[in-house]
Every structure is written in C-alpha cells, then in structure tokens.
C-alpha cells in the first residue's frame, strides 16, 4: 500500500467539502464512534467476495475502508479534505489503505486506474448539486466493472451550519443511476445513527450491467 497521500489529484478544494475543515477535529471523533458494520449492517450481504477493489470516495477518516481492508479488500480512500485524511492516517495507519486527495465528480484517480468492484459514498452525494450528480453518476459508472455496485448513503433533514447540502431523494438518485446503466438492487432506509433530531438515511446500492 502507498506510504502517502498521492499528490496533485485536486486543483482546488471541492466545494462540496465545505465546512469539514473547521470541524475535523470533532468530525473524527464522530465518525469512529460508528462502525462500519453498524453502518453497512442492511447492505454488507451485497458487498463484494474479497478480495475485490474498493473504491471508498468522501472516505472521512477511512473507517470503512479500513474495515474493509481488515477482511482482505484492496481499498483506495478518496478524501479531499487534508485535515480529515490525516485523521485518518493516524487512526488507521498509512498502510492500511492507498489513500488519495480527489472528490466527485471528476474524481480522476491518476494515480489508481482501472476498474472497481465496489464504490462506497457515504454521505456524499447530498453535497453535490444536480449538474455534479450527474458527472459523478457518469463517472462512478465508468469505474465499475461489469456487475460491480454503488453503495450509497444519502442523508436526510437539517443541514449543519456552513455546509453544502441539497434535497436530494433515492429516487431521483435511483433514476439518474439508470440512464448511465446501473440497476437498484436493494433500497432501504435507517435512522440517524448518531441520534440527531429529525435526521434520517435513504441507503442504495446501485448495480453495474
């Protein structure tokens, strides 16, 4: 696994991290007082056998996708914000997972080409607008291999002070995955996990032709 962040993958920080910078510190704390299997509890069935390849994109501090490396998975951890991957690094390690500064929707991965069994986006497809859900749609398709599966998350309900979120619903991201060739295979929500007034979870997994 790489020993560092691959450099150069973003010009400039994506607008859809905006406001995770300034509360990192917190953030962290949050994010690991979860885990993966009590997150992924309805989907894990639907994960890939490993070892498969992993793509986890908005990895926060890379819970699942060390969790994911821990059962033998090749994962890539996409983070934009610097200061939520060095969390991460020191939490799980550097060589757990190969982790990389890129963001939806371009997500250009120079430096991990190829195909991936899964993608993972955990509450991160709120945060983009309708023109970025579309070209990261186009792009998530074209980086599953065929039968390869889209797990995402989509948060519901207030949005925190300084960030960027939208309305977005699992049926428009149910249909928006169709046009680019990909089949819901499961549809389901949950609560807040974090027990946070009217916050609740849509979860989909999406599935490659």
Do not use: K
Not at 27 to 52: G, K, M, N, W
Not at 84 to 98: C, F, K, M, W
């Amino acid at each position: 696994m790489s020993d560092q962040v691959a450099a150069g993958e973003t010009a400039f920080p994506a607008s859809s991290t905006a406001g995770y910078a300034e509360v990192a510190d917190a953030l962290a704390v949050q994010y690991e007082q979860v885990t993966f299997e009590d997150v992924h509890r309805d989907v894990a069935h639907l994960i890939p056998s490993a070892p498969a390849r992993i793509l986890d994109v908005g990895a926060g501090t890379g819970r699942d996708a060390a969790a994911l490396a821990a059962r033998g998975y090749h994962c890539v951890a996409a983070e934009p914000t610097a200061e939520l991957r060095a969390h991460g690094q020191r939490i799980h390690g550097i060589r757990t997972v190969d982790w990389v500064d890129d963001a939806l929707p371009e997500l250009p991965l120079h430096q991990h080409p190829g195909r991936f069994d899964a993608v993972f986006a955990t509450a991160v497809w709120m945060h983009l607008d309708a023109e970025e859900r579309r070209a990261a749609m186009a792009r998530i398709a074209s980086l599953l291999g065929t039968g390869g599966r889209f797990f995402v998350n989509l948060r519901h309900g207030p949005v925190p002070e300084g960030r960027r979120m939208f309305d977005v619903s699992a049926a428009e991201t149910v249909l928006l995955g169709r046009t680019y060739g990909l089949t819901a295979v499961y549809q389901g929500e949950r609560v807040d996990l974090h027990g946070r007034g009217g916050v609740r979870w849509s979860e989909l997994v999406l599935e490659s032709a």
